[in-house]
């Protein structure tokens, strides 16, 4: 398995660079943002959203916000403080995808909330997003502890009202919070829940490491998923969410299918109560919640037989991160390794079909992903952190995928004196106004 040596190869491409970036400052509050030189003009007029990702640097991190425009490029618009560190995980090469995860950044439009982790100073930062200018976000209080070490990823229930978090360190646990419009984020009692591993911080990974924390589509679950260390298997493991938003004492730990390795990201296939998670070491797995068969004292059982299932992307190196597209009704996987989209099919029995592949760039590092829907068109997302720029891919239709921009990341960053290494860079997430 070419896991640990492709996912960190460290390969940094140049590409154009643009204007640079409005700045603002922590404390920030009501003044106006602090620039530096000029900003650049919205695509076609006024922006319809915005796509969020995190500098991640351990010297202070950084909010990256780029506007959306109706024809779904970006252009980068703001950059501003969060107020805590950023932090890389242990491993060896280093190299991207810092925090071995997905959902280090994720917004909300029912909330009008983008919250962020600081993984450096065991912090989580929460944002009010403006509906009319999705750039000019403002933050909610101050950032709080995130209820462990060395905080990985996020989930925001439907209402957009409570943030959940997924710490992979030394102290590793999901912690939940009531987003209060003046305070921030506000702890729940009762929602702090070990997840029980053997790790250190910052985390050691990528194999082993805590991933990624989804809501079930009902909002009745909490989900984490754990890499395995191979040939042990990794495990998703879930909690009962109460009506307080306080967990159930104990997780049900689920194991992929035969196959199965390194859950990675989660994608929750409406309407059927299931979860497509990527798998690093094989492609992709299915788990039917109908069909589990987990336990409540966190040891891993396998799947009960039935529709869950593991499924290989034959010359994938590390594919680990995911999205839904609404208009074409299909996932869309992001391999780091070979630098491929992968567009998937799951049937009504929740079999996966691979429909078409789109090669971005041999070492360009695509990994983190999200799909914004604008007017009646998708459009993908990709964070290639090895060549410092966002890949916009527009979805037309199944099997119909076109690249329609290379935004270049390094360029505007440097002429607003912002530091960006493509080893830290992680995260995204994308608002589109209502």
């Not at 805590?84 to 439009?109: C, E, M, R, W, Y």
């Not at 290639?384 to 037309?396: E, F, G, H, P």
């Amino acid at each position: 398995m070419k896991f640990s040596s492709v996912v960190f190869s460290a390969l940094l491409a140049s590409v154009a660079s643009a204007g640079p970036i409005f700045r603002r400052q922590h404390n920030s509050t009501q003044g106006q943002d602090q620039r530096s030189g000029t900003a650049m003009s919205a695509p076609n007029g006024r922006a319809v959203g915005a796509a969020f990702f995190i500098t991640n640097e351990p010297n202070g991190n950084q909010l990256i916000a780029a506007d959306i425009g109706a024809d779904g490029r970006l252009t980068l618009r703001r950059a501003i403080d969060t107020g805590g560190l950023g932090a890389h995980g242990i491993t060896n090469p280093n190299g991207p995808d810092p925090l071995f995860s997905q959902g280090a950044v994720k917004a909300s439009a029912t909330g009008r909330i983008v919250a962020v982790v600081n993984a450096g100073s065991n912090t989580l930062s929460v944002f009010r997003i403006n509906p009319n200018d999705p750039t000019d976000v403002r933050q909610i209080g101050k950032p709080v502890g995130s209820g462990g070490e060395f905080p990985v990823s996020l989930a925001i229930n439907n209402a957009g009202n409570i943030v959940c978090s997924l710490n992979g360190g030394e102290v590793n646990s999901v912690s939940c919070f009531k987003v209060d419009q003046q305070r921030g984020l506000v702890p729940i009692a009762n929602s702090n829940r070990s997840l029980r591993l053997h790790q250190t911080t910052p985390a050691t990974g990528p194999a082993g490491s805590a991933s990624h924390v989804v809501f079930s589509e009902d909002n009745r679950q909490l989900i984490a998923s754990v890499k395995g260390v191979p040939p042990q298997p990794g495990f998703l493991a879930v909690w009962d969410v109460r009506n307080d938003g306080s967990l159930s004492q104990d997780f049900r730990a689920i194991a992929p299918a035969r196959g199965g390795l390194l859950p990675f990201s989660m994608t929750v296939i409406p309407g059927k109560n299931a979860i497509l998670a990527t798998d690093a070491g094989l492609g992709f797995s299915i788990f039917d919640f109908a069909e589990q068969a987990g336990n409540g004292n966190g040891n891993a059982t396998s799947v009960a037989a039935g529709r869950s299932s593991a499924f290989a992307i034959n010359g994938q190196d590390a594919t680990c991160w995911s999205s839904f597209s609404p208009k074409t009704n299909n996932f869309y996987l992001t391999d780091i390794g070979t630098a491929i989209v992968t567009e998937i099919n799951i049937d009504n029995n929740l079999k996966g079909t691979i429909v078409k592949q789109y090669p971005q760039g041999r070492g360009s590092g695509t990994i983190d992903n999200d799909i914004a829907t604008v007017g009646d068109n998708d459009f993908m997302y990709v964070l290639s952190a090895n060549a410092t720029r966002i890949d916009v891919l527009s979805l037309n239709g199944p099997g119909q995928a076109r690249n329609i921009q290379q935004l270049d990341i390094a360029g505007p960053a440097r002429a607003s004196g912002i530091n960006i290494d493509a080893n830290n860079l992680q995260g995204m997430a994308t608002f589109i106004t209502k």
